[in-house]
Protein backbone atom coordinates (compact mmCIF):
# COMPACT_ATOMS: atom_id res chain seq x y z
CA UNK A 1 0.00 0.00 0.00
CA UNK A 2 1.39 3.20 -0.95
CA UNK A 3 1.49 6.15 1.63
CA UNK A 4 2.58 9.94 0.93
CA UNK A 5 2.73 11.51 4.07
CA UNK A 6 3.97 15.29 3.80
CA UNK A 7 5.51 17.22 6.98
CA UNK A 8 7.18 21.04 6.91
CA UNK A 9 4.09 23.20 6.72
CA UNK A 10 3.26 25.73 9.33
CA UNK A 11 2.66 29.80 9.43
CA UNK A 12 5.60 32.43 8.29
CA UNK A 13 5.93 35.72 7.52
CA UNK A 14 6.69 36.72 3.77
CA UNK A 15 10.00 36.47 2.53
CA UNK A 16 10.52 33.84 5.06
CA UNK A 17 11.30 30.23 4.22
CA UNK A 18 9.93 26.62 4.52
CA UNK A 19 10.89 23.06 3.37
CA UNK A 20 8.16 20.29 2.90
CA UNK A 21 8.89 17.08 3.15
CA UNK A 22 7.16 14.02 1.56
CA UNK A 23 7.85 10.33 2.91
CA UNK A 24 7.01 7.86 0.71
CA UNK A 25 6.39 4.11 2.34
CA UNK A 26 5.35 1.12 -0.66
CA UNK A 27 6.79 3.45 -3.06
CA UNK A 28 10.16 4.30 -4.70
CA UNK A 29 10.99 7.97 -4.81
CA UNK A 30 12.89 8.35 -8.22
CA UNK A 31 10.81 5.48 -10.24
CA UNK A 32 8.66 7.97 -11.87
CA UNK A 33 7.60 11.58 -12.47
CA UNK A 34 6.73 12.84 -8.57
CA UNK A 35 5.03 16.46 -7.67
CA UNK A 36 4.08 18.83 -5.57
CA UNK A 37 0.31 20.49 -5.83
CA UNK A 38 -1.28 23.35 -3.35
CA UNK A 39 -4.50 24.43 -2.81
CA UNK A 40 -5.43 28.05 -1.53
CA UNK A 41 -8.91 28.54 0.31
CA UNK A 42 -11.41 28.83 -2.31
CA UNK A 43 -9.51 27.84 -5.45
CA UNK A 44 -8.70 24.56 -7.56
CA UNK A 45 -5.60 22.44 -6.45
CA UNK A 46 -2.84 23.60 -8.58
CA UNK A 47 0.38 22.07 -9.69
CA UNK A 48 3.46 23.68 -8.13
CA UNK A 49 6.66 21.80 -9.32
CA UNK A 50 7.33 17.75 -10.61
CA UNK A 51 10.28 15.93 -11.09
CA UNK A 52 11.28 13.26 -13.72
CA UNK A 53 12.43 9.70 -12.40
CA UNK A 54 16.01 10.49 -12.51
CA UNK A 55 15.82 13.92 -11.24
CA UNK A 56 17.23 15.20 -14.56
CA UNK A 57 14.24 17.56 -15.23
CA UNK A 58 12.34 19.38 -12.78
CA UNK A 59 9.38 21.92 -13.84
CA UNK A 60 8.01 24.52 -11.88
CA UNK A 61 4.60 26.83 -12.19
CA UNK A 62 6.10 30.32 -13.14
CA UNK A 63 4.42 31.33 -9.72
CA UNK A 64 6.84 29.64 -7.62
CA UNK A 65 9.87 29.66 -10.88
CA UNK A 66 13.45 31.03 -9.01
CA UNK A 67 11.26 30.67 -5.46
CA UNK A 68 10.83 26.89 -5.15
CA UNK A 69 12.68 24.21 -5.52
CA UNK A 70 12.04 20.31 -5.83
CA UNK A 71 14.53 17.35 -4.60
CA UNK A 72 14.57 14.18 -3.78
CA UNK A 73 16.86 12.04 -1.34
CA UNK A 74 17.01 8.18 -2.68
CA UNK A 75 18.28 7.56 0.74
CA UNK A 76 15.55 8.60 2.70
CA UNK A 77 13.38 7.82 -0.24
CA UNK A 78 11.63 11.30 0.51
CA UNK A 79 10.35 14.29 -1.72
CA UNK A 80 11.24 17.66 -1.14
CA UNK A 81 10.21 21.59 -1.98
CA UNK A 82 12.46 23.85 -0.85
CA UNK A 83 10.18 26.99 -0.97
CA UNK A 84 12.07 30.93 -0.55
CA UNK A 85 10.90 34.39 -0.45
CA UNK A 86 6.81 32.65 0.45
CA UNK A 87 4.59 35.53 -0.39
CA UNK A 88 1.15 35.54 0.98
CA UNK A 89 -0.01 33.99 -2.35
CA UNK A 90 1.97 31.13 -1.50
CA UNK A 91 -0.73 30.21 1.48
CA UNK A 92 -2.59 27.11 0.62
CA UNK A 93 -2.58 23.20 1.27
CA UNK A 94 0.26 21.20 -0.62
CA UNK A 95 0.38 18.36 -1.47
CA UNK A 96 3.15 15.35 -2.65
CA UNK A 97 1.88 13.24 -5.88
CA UNK A 98 3.62 10.32 -7.35
CA UNK A 99 2.76 8.92 -10.84
CA UNK A 100 3.47 5.77 -12.31
CA UNK A 101 5.12 7.23 -15.71
CA UNK A 102 8.72 7.46 -15.80
CA UNK A 103 8.35 11.20 -17.39
CA UNK A 104 6.34 14.01 -16.38
CA UNK A 105 6.05 15.10 -19.91
CA UNK A 106 4.00 18.42 -20.89
CA UNK A 107 1.10 16.78 -18.84
CA UNK A 108 2.98 17.37 -15.42
CA UNK A 109 0.56 19.70 -14.01
CA UNK A 110 -2.48 17.87 -14.60
CA UNK A 111 -3.59 16.12 -11.23
CA UNK A 112 -5.63 13.54 -12.39
CA UNK A 113 -2.62 11.72 -13.83
CA UNK A 114 -0.93 11.28 -10.81
CA UNK A 115 -1.66 7.93 -9.05
CA UNK A 116 -0.63 8.33 -5.33
CA UNK A 117 -1.75 11.46 -3.02
CA UNK A 118 -0.47 12.29 0.43
CA UNK A 119 -3.30 14.15 2.96
CA UNK A 120 -1.20 17.65 2.83
CA UNK A 121 -0.05 19.97 4.76
CA UNK A 122 -1.11 23.51 5.52
CA UNK A 123 1.61 26.55 4.52
CA UNK A 124 0.25 30.08 5.91
CA UNK A 125 2.54 32.94 5.12
CA UNK A 126 1.13 36.25 6.31
CA UNK A 127 2.29 39.92 5.19
Known amino acids: QVQLVESGGGSVQAGKSLRLSCAASGYTVGSACMGWFRQAPGKEREAVAAMDRDGGRTVYADSVKDRFIISRDINTNSLYLQMNNLKPEDTGIYYC????????????????????WGQGTQVTVSS
Open 97 to 116: AADHQYWCGGGWYNERRYDF
